[in-house]
């Protein structure tokens, strides 16, 4: 049996003050920035997913106790944990998504957001959303909400869909994001036009050419990022 307070312990020993104190300046965590009050142990995501395979076992209910931590990498792990989960248990996939979903409250920093979205959500939505149309309706759901991090979730998600060359989800949750505030969801959304145009460049072209124009420019820089100079030079000239 896993005794989960050995988690703690070992993450305890694992702790680094002075990467602690990098990562809490590189996920913005001063007053007024996005990750504000988030505090770090500074241990790496390599180390964090050692520990979450050998805690792999652990139930929802000792999850659930890490993701309600003040400490990042606790959270970090518990999702890493479902993500193992999810991969291992076929017939627990519902819950596991469901469980997502609840706790979309701690999922609170962009990392946390990209190593888990698409591995649990996109991939259920993948399988199952053809099926049972109410599911898809959530990606929409996430991108109009007030939540930073559940309007990141709506497009990363995404990126299962786009690992299997289908498109049409993350064309339709980048129109509904187009005008969001948020830099984080602008390299967001850049980030997973940039991934369609890596495998259909076709594609992504049809999308900026309705919408390179009123687009942050972030967004964009970061969605022809692997496009020629030329072509670069040509949406970026053309911006209003």
């Known amino acids: 049996m896993i005794n989960h307070l050995k988690l703690y312990q070992e993450l305890n020993g694992l702790a680094d ?13 001063g007053k007024g920035e996005y990750g504000e009050g988030d505090i770090f142990l500074g241990i790496t995501v390599p180390k964090s997913r050692k520990i979450a395979e050998k805690y792999s076992l652990l139930k929802f209910s000792e999850i659930s106790e890490l993701l309600r931590s003040k400490i990042h990498e606790e959270r970090l792990i518990g999702l890493l944990i479902l993500v193992n989960k999810y991969q291992k248990n076929v017939g627990k996939r519902k819950e596991i998504f469901d469980f997502y979903l609840e706790n979309t409250r701690y999922i609170n920093n962009w990392d946390l957001v990209d190593l888990s979205a698409d591995k649990i959500v996109g991939r259920f939505l993948f399988d199952f959303g053809k099926d049972f149309p109410v599911y898809r309706m959530l990606l929409r759901k996430l991108a109009e909400s007030k939540n930073v991090w559940e ?3 709506s497009v990363i998600a995404t990126f299962y869909f786009i690992k299997n060359n289908s498109f049409s989800d993350t064309l339709k949750i980048s129109e509904i994001l187009l005008k969001d505030k948020h830099d984080l969801i602008h390299k967001a959304v850049g980030w997973m036009l940039r991934e369609i145009g890596k495998r259909n460049q076709e594609a992504e072209e049809k999308f900026l050419q309705k919408h390179y124009q009123k687009m942050p420019r972030t967004m964009l820089r970061y969605a022809i990022e692997k496009f020629s100079e030329e072509k670069r030079s040509y949406y970026l000239r053309k911006i209003i």
């Open 17 to 29: 003050p002075k990467k602690a104190h990098i990562f809490q300046r590189f996920f913005k965590t």
């Open 151 to 153: 309007r990141r979730i």
